[in-house]
């Protein structure tokens, strides 16, 4: 399973644009990265998932070169409310065969000030 | 839909005393999963079953049993309680594949004295 390494904790101001980046050296070709914030005394929330490029929702955007040995979870104008730990998870859910989970690091904290 | 729903939202339990946490979706996810948090860490994987009938061992399985006789349920059984079990768990549960969307519950703190 691929490895991911996030800082452990951020800052940021309202209003401002946030970039959490993950490097995952070891990706394997058929992995997916997929990102999940969790706020306190909650289970986490699926923000967005990609593979390659360039992907953007109504929350976040995601950038991943052309390596995909790294990515870019990109938050634009973030608020109070975006204060969480925001996770990156790598893999497909498949090893030597079998159908495994996919498995969440520690994350990184962003807190936003006002 | 409920989504995932878990019982209890919190427990007291003494060390060696045992409990079923309950777990229950309606999304009819073949993936479910069991995952502890402690505080200031992010979610270890304890067990997680890929159908009624598969389950496998995560990052942290030992001291939790669970079963998956339905696609509906997967409960984790703690057999034997202790004090290093205290941490919050949260159930989760997801489609057809490990990537796909995982809809987590509202999860359950649980005290062992």
């Known amino acids: 399973l691929a490895k991911t390494t996030q800082p452990v904790s951020m800052d940021s101001y309202e209003g401002q644009e946030v970039n959490i980046t993950c490097s995952h050296n070891?990706?394997?070709?058929?992995?997916?990265i997929t990102w999940y914030q969790q706020f306190p005394s909650q289970g986490p929330r699926f923000i967005i998932q990609?593979?390659?490029t360039k992907v953007t929702n109504e929350v976040a955007s995601l950038f991943i070169p052309a390596d995909r040995k790294s990515s870019t979870l990109s938050l634009p104008r973030v608020s109070l409310s975006d204060t969480a730990v925001y996770y990156c998870?790598?893999?497909?859910?498949?090893?030597?065969?079998?159908?495994?989970?996919?498995?969440f690091g520690s994350g990184t904290q962003l807190t936003v000030l006002p | 839909n409920a989504g995932v729903t878990q019982t209890p939202k919190f427990q007291v339990l003494k060390t060696g005393q045992s409990m079923t946490l309950q777990c229950a979706q309606d999304?009819?996810?073949?993936?479910m999963s069991w995952y502890r948090q402690d505080p200031g860490m992010g979610l270890r994987l304890i067990h997680y079953s890929v159908g009624a009938g598969i389950t496998d061992q995560g990052e942290v399985p030992n001291g939790y049993n669970v079963s998956r006789s339905t696609t509906e349920d997967f409960p984790l059984r703690l057999l034997s309680a202790a004090p290093s079990q205290t941490s919050v768990y949260f159930c989760a549960s997801n489609h057809d594949r490990a990537q796909e969307t995982q809809y987590f519950g509202p999860g359950t703190r649980l005290l062992v004295l």
């Open positions: 999304m009819n996810h073949e993936y």
């Open positions: 998870l790598v893999g497909d859910g498949i090893s030597s065969g079998s159908a495994r989970q996919l498995t």
């Open positions: 070891n990706i394997a070709t058929n992995d997916y």
């Open positions: 990609g593979y390659k």
